[in-house]
């Protein structure tokens, strides 16, 4: 095994029914640029009525037919807000637990420590995070909160932190693939290429999510010498 393969985030995803959630964080080929991307699957119709809304730097999911909300707490919240030289992305409201810790003083770590997995017996999804640092070199950490059994008797919590390099990124999502229940995700963060070219990246992993699954995709690439950004969206539902 070559502990150091990178992979094709379309190849990583193509042909599976459902990953889920997802994060990809690292830097473009050229090494110019931050990137970042998340998506969201759902299966059931209230996980598929939502749209991804831009509201300056953060991102909001909001319901597409309000009229047809059965349970609001685990689909709505904010997964992209930025703080001082911090850019954070999450798969539910931890992203303001991390937000609000930052805040004061706090790292990531202790943020999470408050948090757990969902309690959507018998799946216990997993929290997935991560949170950019931009100082002199680019940082980032990732984290994956799950259940330590199938009972969700405990929470385990991993963190992974990384210096960026160039043309490389890592993949955190909630599912291995369908089921019943979901298999959660496993193992380290996979290790996937990036390209200097936004909309390559959006359209890679976009068009080999599955279709019936899919609902939105956010991407976002800033420059790290200007702090220009430059942003690609897709929803399913328009």
């Known amino acids: 095994m070559n502990v150091y393969q990178t992979y094709d985030m379309g190849e990583l995803i193509k042909g599976n029914p459902y990953v889920g959630r997802g994060i990809v964080i690292g830097k473009t080929q050229d090494g110019t640029k931050a990137a970042v991307a998340y ?8 996980s598929r009525n939502r749209v991804f809304v831009e509201n300056g730097d953060e991102v909001i999911i909001h319901p597409f037919d309000a009229s047809k909300v059965e349970d609001p707490s685990l689909i709505i919240y904010s997964p992209i807000r930025k703080i001082d030289n911090k850019l954070i ?14 805040a ?42 799950k259940s330590a059994d199938e009972n969700g008797s405990e929470c385990n919590r991993y963190t992974f932190s990384y210096n960026a390099l ?36 959006k359209n890679n992993i976009w068009n080999n999510l599955n279709e019936q699954n ?25």
């Open 104 to 145: 004061d003083g706090k790292s990531f770590e202790e943020a999470l420590e408050t948090r757990c997995f969902e309690p959507d017996a018998p799946n216990f999804t997993p929290r997935i995070s991560g949170m950019l640092t931009f100082s002199d070199k680019l940082t980032y950490k990732m984290s994956i909160l």
């Open 214 to 238: 899919k609902i939105s995709i956010y991407v976002r690439y800033i420059d790290l010498k200007t702090g220009e950004v430059e942003n690609r969206m897709i929803n399913k539902n328009s």
């Open 39 to 46: 998506f969201i699957m759902g299966r059931s119709e209230n």
């Open 166 to 201: 160039d043309g490389i990124g890592h993949f955190i999502h909630t599912y291995v693939t369908d089921g019943n229940p979901i298999p959660t995700f496993m193992g380290e963060p996979e290790r996937v290429s990036i390209p200097n070219d936004i909309d390559e990246f």
């Open 89 to 102: 992305v999450t798969n539910g409201d931890q992203t303001d637990t991390v937000y609000d810790f930052v």
